[in-house]
């Protein structure tokens, strides 16, 4: 049998408290298995993701300089970013 073995992780609190209403939604029994769960369903989704990473990853890096408005306006960053992008290629 494998022992399995364990380490720790630094995360601010926001993304603990975060983690936490996560557990509570998927009605994981500790943070570990919430990870575990939210992990494996990134996995899966990264798996069906069709599209360029990269411009994926520029756009969560634009998300955040663009803040709240985004929400609204989804349709229209995305469109810019990618654009913005493929004039560069």
């Known amino acids: 049998m494998v022992m399995p073995v364990s380490t720790t992780i630094r995360i601010s609190l926001e993304d603990k408290e975060r983690l936490a209403v996560f557990a509570k939604k998927v009605n994981a029994k500790s943070l570990a298995e919430a990870l575990r769960i939210a992990i494996s369903m990134a996995e899966e989704k990264l798996d069906e993701f069709k599209g360029n990473i990269e411009a994926l990853?520029?756009?969560?890096?634009?998300?955040?300089?663009?803040?709240?408005?985004?929400?609204?306006?989804v349709d229209e960053e995305?469109?810019?970013?990618?654009?913005?992008?493929?004039?560069?290629?």
């Open 57 to 73: 990853k520029e756009l969560l890096k634009s998300a955040g300089r663009v803040g709240g408005r985004i929400s609204e306006r």
């Open 78 to 89: 995305l469109a810019n970013i990618i654009y913005e992008e493929s004039k560069e290629e």
